[in-house]
Protein backbone atom coordinates (compact mmCIF):
# COMPACT_ATOMS: atom_id res chain seq x y z
CA UNK A 1 0.00 0.00 0.00
CA UNK A 2 0.92 3.21 -0.80
CA UNK A 3 0.33 7.08 0.03
CA UNK A 4 1.05 10.16 -0.87
CA UNK A 5 -0.09 13.00 1.16
CA UNK A 6 -0.22 16.44 -0.35
CA UNK A 7 -1.93 20.00 0.05
CA UNK A 8 0.67 21.99 3.07
CA UNK A 9 1.50 25.02 2.99
CA UNK A 10 1.76 28.17 4.42
CA UNK A 11 -0.93 29.61 5.74
CA UNK A 12 -1.59 32.81 8.53
CA UNK A 13 -3.32 32.00 11.79
CA UNK A 14 -6.74 31.78 11.84
CA UNK A 15 -6.51 30.49 8.29
CA UNK A 16 -7.88 27.06 6.55
CA UNK A 17 -5.68 24.21 4.47
CA UNK A 18 -7.22 20.80 2.83
CA UNK A 19 -4.43 18.23 3.05
CA UNK A 20 -5.47 15.50 0.84
CA UNK A 21 -3.94 11.64 1.00
CA UNK A 22 -4.82 9.55 -1.73
CA UNK A 23 -3.46 5.25 -1.21
CA UNK A 24 -3.15 2.97 -3.95
CA UNK A 25 -1.77 -0.89 -3.78
CA UNK A 26 -3.97 -3.09 -2.47
CA UNK A 27 -6.05 -0.71 -0.41
CA UNK A 28 -9.89 -1.26 0.81
CA UNK A 29 -12.53 1.08 1.58
CA UNK A 30 -12.50 -0.74 4.92
CA UNK A 31 -9.15 0.50 5.99
CA UNK A 32 -8.69 2.82 8.56
CA UNK A 33 -6.96 5.98 8.00
CA UNK A 34 -5.44 8.58 9.85
CA UNK A 35 -3.29 11.90 9.88
CA UNK A 36 -0.80 12.08 12.83
CA UNK A 37 1.52 15.31 13.05
CA UNK A 38 4.98 15.75 13.88
CA UNK A 39 6.62 19.34 15.44
CA UNK A 40 10.42 20.03 15.21
CA UNK A 41 11.93 18.64 18.26
CA UNK A 42 8.73 16.93 19.50
CA UNK A 43 7.26 13.17 18.90
CA UNK A 44 4.55 12.11 16.30
CA UNK A 45 1.10 12.57 17.74
CA UNK A 46 -2.31 11.39 16.51
CA UNK A 47 -4.50 13.86 15.22
CA UNK A 48 -7.88 12.29 13.13
CA UNK A 49 -8.48 8.81 12.27
CA UNK A 50 -11.25 7.83 9.94
CA UNK A 51 -11.82 3.93 11.39
CA UNK A 52 -12.65 1.39 9.20
CA UNK A 53 -14.01 2.81 6.20
CA UNK A 54 -15.29 5.57 7.81
CA UNK A 55 -17.60 3.85 10.49
CA UNK A 56 -16.37 6.40 12.72
CA UNK A 57 -14.07 9.40 13.00
CA UNK A 58 -11.66 10.64 16.05
CA UNK A 59 -9.82 13.59 16.73
CA UNK A 60 -6.88 14.68 19.15
CA UNK A 61 -8.62 16.75 21.96
CA UNK A 62 -5.95 20.03 20.64
CA UNK A 63 -7.56 19.73 17.24
CA UNK A 64 -11.32 18.78 18.06
CA UNK A 65 -13.56 21.34 16.11
CA UNK A 66 -11.40 23.18 14.04
CA UNK A 67 -9.98 19.97 11.76
CA UNK A 68 -12.63 17.89 10.05
CA UNK A 69 -11.15 14.05 8.65
CA UNK A 70 -13.18 13.04 5.40
CA UNK A 71 -12.79 10.18 2.82
CA UNK A 72 -13.65 9.22 -0.86
CA UNK A 73 -13.60 5.60 -1.01
CA UNK A 74 -14.55 5.41 -4.46
CA UNK A 75 -11.04 7.48 -4.99
CA UNK A 76 -9.24 5.77 -1.96
CA UNK A 77 -8.73 9.38 -0.82
CA UNK A 78 -8.52 10.46 2.74
CA UNK A 79 -9.21 14.12 3.61
CA UNK A 80 -7.88 16.42 6.48
CA UNK A 81 -9.86 20.11 6.25
CA UNK A 82 -7.86 22.10 9.29
CA UNK A 83 -9.55 25.54 9.78
CA UNK A 84 -8.93 28.27 12.66
CA UNK A 85 -5.11 27.26 12.48
CA UNK A 86 -2.60 28.16 15.09
CA UNK A 87 0.96 28.69 15.10
CA UNK A 88 0.84 25.35 17.66
CA UNK A 89 -0.37 23.72 14.27
CA UNK A 90 2.97 23.75 12.36
CA UNK A 91 4.33 20.63 11.65
CA UNK A 92 4.68 17.50 8.79
CA UNK A 93 1.10 16.02 8.62
CA UNK A 94 1.53 12.62 7.48
CA UNK A 95 -0.98 10.01 6.38
CA UNK A 96 -0.96 6.35 7.89
CA UNK A 97 -2.83 3.14 6.92
CA UNK A 98 -4.19 0.33 8.97
CA UNK A 99 -5.72 -3.05 7.90
CA UNK A 100 -5.79 -4.68 11.08
CA UNK A 101 -5.84 -2.16 13.93
CA UNK A 102 -7.86 -2.43 16.83
CA UNK A 103 -9.96 0.63 18.12
CA UNK A 104 -7.97 1.03 21.41
CA UNK A 105 -4.74 1.56 19.50
CA UNK A 106 -6.09 4.01 17.20
CA UNK A 107 -3.90 7.07 18.30
CA UNK A 108 -0.22 4.89 18.61
CA UNK A 109 1.74 5.50 15.00
CA UNK A 110 3.33 2.03 15.79
CA UNK A 111 0.40 0.19 15.10
CA UNK A 112 -0.03 1.71 11.51
CA UNK A 113 1.07 -0.37 9.09
CA UNK A 114 1.15 2.04 6.06
CA UNK A 115 2.46 5.70 5.99
CA UNK A 116 3.19 8.20 3.64
CA UNK A 117 5.72 10.67 3.15
CA UNK A 118 4.41 14.34 4.89
CA UNK A 119 4.01 17.08 4.27
CA UNK A 120 4.44 20.80 5.59
CA UNK A 121 2.13 23.16 7.50
CA UNK A 122 3.14 26.41 8.52
CA UNK A 123 0.93 28.38 10.08
CA UNK A 124 2.21 32.09 10.91
CA UNK A 125 1.38 34.20 13.87
Known amino acids: VQLQASGGGLVQAGGSLRLSCTTSGGTSSRNTLGWFRQAPGKEREFVAVSWRGGINTYYADSVKGRFTISRDNAKNAVYLQMSSLKPEDTAVYSC???????????????????WGQGTLVTVSS
Open 96 to 114: AASTTIILSSIRVPSAYNY
